[in-house]
């Protein structure tokens, strides 16, 4: 059983930062891709950033250039770099792991205040 554990989301003003972490364990051992979902109330779930195991980042339009991905496979750990936040960033923050097998972290609320 694999299980992720998110942290780092919360209530931020507009042009905050904020640092969301995912932490994979359980019977996972080898992570082929990690990123990070949003899904906004009304709206379907999207991919907002991913990375894979070498390395290779690709992002959302929306986030290029205020997001950024990280990994530590060691800690077989996600991060996402929120910069230069806005409101429409507000959203719950999915993690996923690609082991290939789908898993998904319980979600963590981002809220951004105008």
């Known amino acids: 059983q694999v299980q992720l554990v998110e942290s780092g989301g919360g209530l931020v003003q507009a042009g905050g930062s904020l640092r969301l972490s995912c932490a994979a364990s359980?019977?996972?051992?080898?992570?082929?891709?990690m990123g990070w979902y949003r899904q906004a109330p009304g709206k379907q779930r999207e991919l907002v950033a991913g990375?894979?195991?070498?390395?290779?980042?690709n992002y959302a339009d929306s986030v290029k250039g205020r997001f950024t991905i990280s990994r530590d496979n060691a800690k077989k750990t996600v991060y996402l770099q929120m910069n230069s936040l806005k409101p429409e960033d507000t959203a719950v923050y999915f993690c996923?792991?690609?082991?290939?097998?789908?898993?998904w972290g319980q979600g963590t609320q981002v809220t951004v205040s105008s």
């Open positions: 996923n792991v690609r082991s290939p097998s789908w898993h």
């Open positions: 359980g019977s996972i051992f080898s992570i082929n891709y």
């Open positions: 990375i894979t195991s070498g390395g290779t980042t």
